[in-house]
């Protein structure tokens, strides 16, 4: 039986042999699939991440910008995403940069006062002209007038460098630096109440130079006032003043200093007494 079997197998192979090619050509065997390519290494990959985050953290770059400005007479509160604000007194502006690794505020013009929220790793830095500033967090007022940065710190500390040198100014609560041409004068203590009293649209003046009197007046006061001779500036003038009422101390200055005011055009210009008319300061 098993003969008859294996004469039958052997018969079907002779007859499947003579059209196995053709079976071939009409039904191919599919390709075998690619052979696939290694991967990665993890650790590769992890370290190639890690190199460009570092490298973008480094670079520090700017990934959002804010821009404020207050007419002269307005004021203005602005509530940052940090929680920090800034309060901007009139004919200021500021322009926010929000870093990686840093939040950064250039006072253009003008005042503010800032009340930053403490981040250790992000400082606040504050670049006012001739004055770059920098603190983690704490409450301070900057007034940017002329080439001169007066800076009166309320809470915590401010680290304040004058760009013309070197040196670096360690600030406490109740401490107030002038910043003239970017070279520091010394720490003195201040009244921050009376810094920030332009708030409530007072202005309090001791023994405040002229010029920077008449840059917080022409905050309120939009006619352009100009100073004739680089004494003039220099002036002292003290004096609790409302600064919604610029020109009653425009009326006032021939009253307690020696100048006199004069209109010319649309210009107002404040001389010394007995002088003629000069160029204005610079």
Known sequence: MSRLRDKDD????????????DLKLRFPLPS?????????STKAVSLLVLALVAGA??????????????????????????????????????????????????????????????????????????????VVGTRFNVNRYSDDVRVTVAQGQVEVKGRALDRTSQLLAGQQLLVHNGIPADVVKSSVE???????????????PLVEVVAALQRY?????????????????????????????????????????????????IHPKGAKNNSPTR
């Open 10 to 21: 052997a018969a079907v192979d002779d007859a499947l042999a003579t059209c196995r090619e």
């Open 32 to 40: 075998p699939p690619p052979a696939r390519k290694p991967r990665k």
């Open 57 to 134: 953290v480094w670079q520090n770059p700017a990934y959002r910008n804010e821009h404020y400005v207050t007419q002269v007479g307005q004021r203005q509160s602005v509530q940052l995403a940090d929680g920090s604000q800034i309060k901007l007194d009139g004919g200021s502006e500021v322009r926010v940069s929000w870093h990686l690794r840093s939040r950064n505020i250039e006072l253009v013009r003008g005042q503010a006062l800032f009340a930053v929220s403490p981040m250790l790793y992000r400082p606040f830095l504050v670049d006012a002209g001739t004055a770059a500033i920098r």
């Open 194 to 208: 009376d810094a920030i009293a332009w708030q409530q649209s007072r202005w309090v003046f001791e023994g405040t």
């Open 221 to 269: 006061y939009a006619q352009p006032v100009e100073l004739v001779g680089p004494e003039v500036g220099r002036l002292p003038v003290s004096g609790v003043f409302n600064s919604d009422q610029a020109e009653t101390l425009l009326a006032l200055l021939p009253e307690i200093l020696p100048v006199k005011v004069t209109r010319e055009g649309a210009n107002l210009r």
